[in-house]
């Protein structure tokens, strides 16, 4: 029988800061779709509907700096309808509506325990405790997000001062996904000797922001080399990877609208979010 995509809002508590933060979980319905909106952007779910019987892997996405969950739907709801439940959480201070924390030693301390916390909120929420296998989960990271995906599976940043950023790595995460991950902060030797997770690593050939270095170092200081599946994205740009915006947005003057000459997006995300589900369905025994 098909599946379909349900929605909730969530709000996550971080009693650390005191502050609480969006998280959009989709996750597999029975329940036919409508178009809703959220915020700019529509989305084909049926919001708050019954979850389909089973118990799926939980994915955690987590976006680049001063970004927003939103612009990670295509793969979301791909993933969701296929058998996940997919938390898009926004990070308090980083991002589209408040960037204050951008460049901070706090922000490097925040964002793995945001998805720590959002790991939590959903293997405790009542709707989704029975559903989900949260000792089964992804994080799929774009940009600084995959700094933050690093940190989580036991990554040990620095800052750029040299000092160390506490982080708690956590156990429940099984696999990584990159997506022109932001690394810098992993340039000390041995910053990445504790990560042992596979990961799927995909680079831009053309991306300004994230260069080819920021992929050499997950390579090359990881403990097992194999464990990293990498694949360069011809003619992408670093924001290719984000959702196709809507036409009003496409601006020259709009960074995360725009992609290298000829690049496709649209083209791209028929394609993205098939090859990361085949990637996460091999890693949970799911093909």
């Not at 793995?112 to 405790?129: E, G, M, N, T, Y």
């Not at 922001?209 to 097992?224: I, M």
């Not at 670093?238 to 496409?250: G, W």
């Given at each position: ?194 990560v042992t997770v596979p990961i799927l690593m995909l ?26 599946t990498c694949r360069v994205i011809a003619n992408a ?51």
């Open positions: 029988m098909r599946m379909f995509v349900g929605s909730r809002q969530m709000q996550v508590k971080d009693d650390t800061k005191d502050v609480s933060f969006p998280a959009l979980v989709l996750y597999p319905t029975r329940l036919p779709p409508t178009p809703t909106a959220f915020g700019a952007y529509t989305i084909d779910v049926s919001p708050d509907a019954p979850v389909a019987d089973g118990r799926f892997p939980l994915v955690v996405v987590s976006h680049g700096s001063g970004g927003s969950h939103l612009l990670y739907r295509t793969i979301g709801t791909h993933l969701a309808k296929s058998g996940y439940v997919v938390a898009l959480l926004e990070h308090p201070g980083n991002n589209r509506n408040n960037n204050e924390l951008a460049n901070a030693h706090e922000n490097l301390e925040n964002r793995p325990r945001h998805v720590r916390l959002a790991i939590d909120a959903v293997a405790s929420d009542a709707q989704f405790s029975a559903c989900v296998r949260s000792n089964n989960v992804a994080i799929i990271g774009h940009s600084m997000g995959g700094y933050t995906a690093l940190a989580v599976a036991g990554g040990t940043p620095w800052s750029e001062s040299r000092q160390r950023v506490e982080v708690v790595p956590d156990p429940r995460v099984r696999t990584l996904v990159l997506l022109a991950p932001a690394t810098a902060w992993y340039l000390p030797e041995g910053s990445l000797g504790n680079i831009a050939e053309h991306d300004a922001f994230t260069p080819r270095w920021h992929a050499d170092l997950v390579l090359n200081g990881v403990p097992d080399r194999g464990q990293v740009g670093h924001f290719s990877f984000l959702s196709p915006f809507p036409l009003h947005m496409r601006l020259a003057n709009f960074l995360p609208s725009t992609d290298p000459e000829g690049f496709d997006r649209e083209e791209f995300h028929e394609w993205l979010p098939g090859e990361l589900l085949d990637y996460l369905d091999e890693r949970f025994g799911r093909s």
